[in-house]
């Protein structure tokens, strides 16, 4: 597959800290991709400025604009976060905000996208996932039915994701989905 569009997926992580667990995952997402497919990672999302409509004009801040033009450059998204407090963390939902306007006409308006991660809780923060999946889907791309995968951190223990198997193989199953919905 040529670099287009339809090869490559944005994938943002809702942690900013340097030893994130949910970027490791993210890195395994990339490793279990379709041959082709690229995922490229916006590692910059403590460098937006909170969501701001006076910010928001055809001035915008440079990383907001490099924000949209990932976007704009991809086919689907990936999110991959953990859970904060019941919750979306703060810096992606700012992301998300930005990436919701132009109003009507995002740069993921009505693309495929997925939202999982790892999370300590025993649930592997599923609520942050559902809400993600609510807000996101609200932003403008399609959220895809059935893609789900929310990890409680002590089933991977202090190893990469990629020495689990089951989540290995699961993740390979959510990102093959996810690439068969571009358009
Ligand atoms: C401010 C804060 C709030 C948190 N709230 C939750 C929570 O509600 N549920 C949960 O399962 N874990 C919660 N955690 C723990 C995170 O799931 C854990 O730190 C996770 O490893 C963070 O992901 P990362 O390794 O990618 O940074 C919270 C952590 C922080 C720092």
Redesign the pocket.
Known sequence: MSETVSSKVLVL?????A???????AELAAEVAPEGVILERFDRLGELPFYNEDLDTEDAPEPVVALRAAAAAAGAALVV???????V?GVLKNAIDWLSRPYGNSALKDKPAAVI?????????V??HDETRKTLGIAGPRIVDGLELSI??ASLGDKHPRENAEVTERLRDVIGKLVAEIG
Not at 81 to 87: A, I
Not at 117 to 125: H, K, M, T
């Open positions: 992580v809702g942690s900013l800290r030893a994130s667990v949910n970027r490791l995952l976060t953990p859970e904060y407090n019941g919750s963390p991660g790892v999370a300590l809780g025993q649930y592997g923060g609520w942050a409680p951190g």
